[in-house]
């Protein structure tokens, strides 16, 4: 099954700064997904970029997708302490199941 | 919005026990929920996928006769990890597609530990 690698996997960055993270996968998709998870809590669902897309905004987030280079990244500007928790990819292909990378963990320090 | 409950968010149970989790859409109607395994600081890995009324689809590795998913109507999926022992602690997420919209929507999770 394929699975995303998402770097750095872990990213401590002081509050106000902008945190990215990159995604990577092997397959071709349908569309990605980015999900946040706070510390032993279940997914909430970011935002959803389908593989016609090249960029989208939701807020602060800003998400890119190059499927020439099977990649994505997620930005989000002017991070908040609430902002710390782990963010996963997650990509959709042929089989419609969702497969997730393996999530980098973001710390926000005030 | 969607929600998806899980029941119990926690549960301590001894070695050779059996215990049930239970996963409900509550105001939608999900003919496709998925059973998520994580790992402390890892990723969601999926378990197995199942239909309502119907047979669940095991991933690779996943032991259908220890991990039994029962998906009995299209608001209730319930995962029974069977005679658990210490290496089946973990947090268990379940997921549900909506029929009509295709989304799909995370429970919030069950931390199984086994003594």
């Known amino acids: 099954s394929q699975q995303g690698e998402e770097d750095p996997q872990a990213l401590s960055i002081q509050e106000g700064e902008n945190a990215t993270m990159n995604c990577s996968y092997k397959?071709?998709?349908?569309?990605l997904q980015w999900y946040r998870q706070n510390s032993g809590r279940g997914l909430v669902h970011l935002i959803l970029?389908?593989?016609?897309?090249r960029e989208k905004h939701s807020g602060r987030l800003r998400v890119t997708l190059d499927t020439s280079k099977k990649s994505s990244s997620l930005l989000i500007t002017a991070s908040r302490a609430a902002d710390t928790a782990s963010y996963f990819c997650?990509?959709?292909?042929?089989?419609?199941?969702?497969?997730f990378g393996t999530g980098t963990q973001l710390k926000v320090e005030l | 919005g969607a929600v998806v409950s899980q029941h119990p968010s926690r549960v301590i149970c001894k070695s050779g026990t059996s215990v049930k989790i239970e996963c409900r859409s509550l105001?939608?109607?999900?003919?496709?929920m998925f059973w998520y395994r994580q790992f402390p600081k890892k990723s969601l890995m999926l378990m197995a996928t199942?239909?309502?009324?119907?047979?669940?689809?095991?991933e690779q590795g996943v032991e259908k006769d220890k991990f039994l998913i029962n998906h009995a109507s299209l608001t209730l999926s319930t995962l029974t990890v069977t005679s658990a022992h210490p290496e089946d602690s973990s947090f268990y997420i379940c997921?549900?597609?909506?029929?009509?919209?295709?989304?799909?929507?995370f429970g919030p999770g069950t931390r199984l530990t086994v003594l």
């Open positions: 997650a990509t959709r292909g042929g089989g419609n199941k969702l497969t």
């Open positions: 397959t071709s998709i349908n569309n």
């Open positions: 970029i389908r593989s016609n897309e």
């Open positions: 105001d939608f109607q999900a003919t496709t």
């Open positions: 199942s239909n309502e009324g119907s047979k669940a689809t095991y």
């Open positions: 997921s549900a597609r909506s029929w009509d919209t295709n989304e799909q929507f």
